[in-house]
Every structure is written in structure tokens, then in C-alpha cells.
């Protein structure tokens, strides 16, 4: 069983950054890929970033360019750093972890999400 936590969501205006964090503990060598979701009002679930053990990383392309996903180095704490935001972008925000080797496919764990918002 793997435990996440999400931290560092909040308000920001639009251009603005914000870092977010997530820790990982359990039996956390069982897992190959680490990702970020997020959920907006009315809209679907989709995958913002992940990055494998071999640190491999993917992003979607609304966020390529602005977004960074990193991993510290004991690879027990996700990073998503997120500049230039939009306020289309505010969603709560969930990391998620899997056993599996790809990016895609359903992800085993979940944080409970930290909520970012965009203001205008």
C-alpha cells in the first residue's frame, strides 16, 4: 500500500507560479510512475504530467513549456512546478502513483488533491 499527500495549492493570480508537492510513503518501491491529475468544474479528469523511475517524463501539451515535473532524491517527494498559470487552469489538483510501466493506463493510489485556483 502506497500513502500520498498533496501540498502547496492556493490562489494565484494569472501569470503567476506555484509549487506543488507530493509525499509518497508505504511500499513505494512497488512504483514505476508518478503523475499529476487534475479535475476542474464540468470537466474531465486528465493526466498534466508523470514521470517514470528512470525519470522519463511526460506532459501534456496545454502545459508544455510552463510546467515541470521532478522527483527529490530519495524519490519519496513529487514536484509539480507550475508557472505562467491561466485561469482556465484552476482545478483541484490529485498525485497519483502506479505499478504499471507506462504513463497511461489507471493509476493504483491517490492523494486526496490540493485545490489551485486562478484569478483573473
Known amino acids: 500500500q502506497v500513502q500520498l499527500v498533496e501540498s502547496g495549492g492556493g490562489l494565484v493570480q494569472a501569470g503567476g507560479s506555484l509549487r506543488l508537492s507530493c509525499a509518497a510513503s508505504?511500499?513505494?518501491?512497488?512504483?514505476?510512475?508518478m503523475g499529476w491529475y487534475r479535475q476542474a468544474p464540468g470537466k474531465a479528469r486528465e493526466l498534466v504530467a508523470a514521470?517514470?523511475?528512470?525519470?522519463?517524463?511526460f506532459s501534456a501539451r496545454s502545459v508544455l513549456g510552463r510546467f515541470t515535473i521532478s522527483r527529490d532524491s530519495s524519490e519519496n517527494t513529487l514536484y509539480l512546478q507550475m508557472n505562467s498559470l491561466r485561469p482556465e487552469e484552476t482545478a483541484m489538483y490529485y498525485c497519483?502513483?502506479?505499478?504499471?510501466?507506462?504513463?497511461?493506463?489507471?493509476?493504483?493510489?491517490w492523494g486526496q488533491g490540493t485545490q489551485v485556483t486562478v484569478s483573473p
Open positions: 514521470i517514470k523511475s528512470d525519470s522519463n517524463t
Open positions: 508505504g511500499s513505494i518501491f512497488s512504483i514505476n510512475v
Open positions: 497519483a502513483a502506479r505499478s504499471g510501466s507506462s504513463f497511461f493506463g489507471d493509476y493504483d493510489y
